[in-house]
């Protein structure tokens, strides 16, 4: 218990510094800030890997599935670069959902800082029921195994033309039917008061919008990371470290979303891995290294292909 609140101590100090000294002040986050920030929050995940193998070797927390701390630790920066690579998608509709309700780029931030908090509440709540049922139900394994390959393979044959549009969405017709929304932005404030009347500002509605999106990834990004570790610590803090990384990463792939398009494939084939790993899991034992490498190899390879591939296009164009 010691080890968990200590890490949600960890978790508020660092959210509390974010907003109350480095972001005080609302201001246009540049690639250079933002490159610097991955690289921080990047070698930071990384880093707690080593914290990881401490406690895992000391027996500070629970260790229900008997984890060696070598292997906690592989399992932990696994579970970290999943949650990372499936992160992509979300940055894409964050963008898109930025754009649709003209948020300046100032603000930003602090919508994205508000959403993480809902996000580690209800990715809390995921990981939880999820770890239960497949801790009390041994089919929850196969389940979730045959969703994972479902979105792969939905993933993989969708014609890419479907686009996501805020203003369509359920959720933006659900708030509002429950309160007024104003077009005007009022700083950085999340609702406006006129003629009496408090509204939602287009701040706000970015922010749920892009909250009840995050939970609709986390149900594939928990059933994925699932698939390496049922250990509710390992799960959940390999999900913080990612989320808590997700803005500046945002920031630092804004301008250059056209550039990773063939990420998607990454992820298709990350997503096969985790689900088929899930399903023969009892016929076919992969080593947590092999695990690591096949993930690692897979986004790698994502990259290294986006980028020559949007190096090629301008020649070609010419």
């Known amino acids: 218990m010691i080890v968990w609140i200590s890490f949600f101590v960890i978790v508020i100090i660092i959210l509390a510094l974010d907003l109350g000294v480095f972001n005080k002040t609302p201001h ?38 008997g984890l060696k701390p070598l292997a906690a630790s592989i399992k932990f920066i696994t579970g970290y670069l999943i949650e990372l690579s499936l992160s992509v998608d979300n940055i894409f509709v964050i963008a898109i959902i930025f754009s649709s309700f003209k948020i300046p780029q100032k603000y930003q931030h602090r919508v994205l800082f508000w959403g993480i908090l809902g996000a580690i509440v209800f990715r809390g709540l995921m990981i939880f029921f999820g770890v239960l049922l497949i801790h009390k139900f041994f089919w929850a394994t196969y389940l979730f195994g045959f969703f994972l390959i479902f979105t792969a393979m939905k993933m993989l044959f969708s014609n890419g033309e479907e686009q996501f549009e805020p203003k369509k969405s359920f959720v933006y017709k659900g708030l509002k039917r429950l309160v007024p929304i104003s077009n005007h932005i009022d700083k950085e404030h999340f ?22 999106m995050d939970v609709v990834f986390a149900i594939d990004s928990v059933p994925a990371i699932l698939a390496i570790t ?40 990350i997503l096969s891995f985790v689900g088929l790993k899930m399903l023969l899991h009892e016929f076919i034992e992969i080593p947590e290294w092999a695990s690591l490498v096949f993930i690692a190899f897979s986004l790698l390879a994502g990259i290294v292909v986006s980028l020559r591939m949007s190096k090629q296009k301008p020649a070609e164009e010419n």
């Open 28 to 65: 246009i986050i540049s690639t250079k800030e933002a490159t610097k920030w991955t690289i921080i929050w990047v070698t930071l995940s990384f880093l707690f890997s080593g914290v990881i193998y401490w406690i895992y070797a000391n027996e500070y927390i629970a260790n229900p599935d």
């Open 230 to 269: 049922s250990d509710p610590f390992l799960v959940f803090s390999s999900n913080i470290f990612a989320i808590l990384g997700l803005r500046s990463m945002y920031f630092f792939l804004a301008n250059m979303l056209e550039k990773f398009s063939y990420l998607e494939f990454s992820l298709i084939a």
């Open 191 to 212: 609702f406006v008061k006129r003629r009496h009347i408090t509204a939602a500002t287009p701040l706000f509605v970015a922010l749920v919008v892009i909250e009840v």
